[in-house]
């Protein structure tokens, strides 16, 4: 599946991703820039802090307010935003083909 990745100096890039494949690590394997993935996935650091395009927040859903990630997210020195979602915890499947996705500034 395709997932584009817009960054902020408002060039974007589209990589292949797989089902199964965190958003997190495909923004890593493909080497996206500013997206670490620091804990491997375990939602302990937010160096995979992404905004989710507002035409792909109503089917991929805002940070759960009782989560790890949510706590996780307002702890780091991040932007939060109504759409913000740490990329390791979302987990693409076929309906996530075309997803786009913002970097922040500055991370
Ligand atoms: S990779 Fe560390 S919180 Fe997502």
């Not at 199964?20 to 690590?25: F, P, Y």
């Not at 979302?90 to 991370?107: F, K, M, T, Y």
Request: aromatic fraction near 2%; hydrophobic fraction near 35%; charge should be negative.
């Amino acid at each position: 599946m395709r997932i584009v990745f817009k960054l902020p100096d408002q060039s974007q890039v589209d990589v292949d991703a797989s089902e199964g494949q965190s958003l997190m690590r495909a923004a890593v394997d493909n080497g996206i820039p500013g997206i670490l993935g620091d804990c491997g996935g375990q939602c302990a650091c937010a160096t995979c802090h992404i905004y989710i395009d507002q035409d792909w927040i109503g089917k991929i859903g805002p940070a759960n307010l009782d989560s790890t990630e949510n706590m996780m997210l307002e702890g780091a020195p991040v932007d939060i935003r109504s759409n913000s979602r740490l990329g390791c915890q979302i987990i693409l499947n076929a309906d996530c083909d075309g997803l786009i996705v913002q970097v922040p500034e500055g991370q």
